[in-house]
């Protein structure tokens, strides 16, 4: 896969870099508080008996959510060549 094209001038060099640095610090805001709510929610299953391990459904479910939150921020950018290919197919 070829890189995207490098940004046309310092500001938007500058603005897209602001933009990754907000994404990767919305996702690592979203680990915290995934681990600290399910610490939480497995202290309270300790507390309360350690029977069935009901903390594993929302560990599962909001661990899906992280991990397309992550792919989300983490994917390779689309390249100049998958645009011209799309800008082809839609002619």
Known sequence: MTEMRPPASEGEARAAAIKRLKEKRDLYAH?????????????????????FFWPIFPLLGWGIGIVFHAWDVYRAPISEEEIQREMHHLR
């Open 31 to 51: 680990l915290f508080t995934y681990a600290v709510v399910n610490a939480a929610l497995i202290a309270i299953w300790a507390f309360t008996g350690s029977g």
